[in-house]
């Protein structure tokens, strides 16, 4: 039981390092060489909400 705790917990270490690389790393090196093509929140979460409405209209 403890095996499988600390494989899971590796593997999730494994992803956290694996997104915080490849994915949050580069967005925040692209925000500090162009911070003004950032959104404004109010826009981001338009858009966060829209796409919302498009899941929940795909799933009925």
């Known amino acids: 039981?403890?095996?499988d705790n600390l494989r899971n917990s590796q593997d999730?270490?494994?992803a956290l390092?694996?997104?915080?690389?490849?994915?949050?790393?580069p967005a925040y090196d692209a925000h500090k060489?162009?911070?003004?093509?950032?959104?404004?929140?109010?826009d981001a979460w338009k858009?966060?909400?829209a796409r919302m409405d498009e899941i929940d209209r795909e799933d009925n």
């Open 12 to 14: 999730g270490e494994t």
């Open 17 to 25: 390092e694996s997104w915080l690389r490849w994915d949050v790393a």
């Open 47 to 49: 858009r966060f909400e």
């Open 1 to 3: 039981m403890e095996r």
């Open 33 to 42: 060489a162009s911070p003004d093509r950032a959104s404004s929140l109010e």
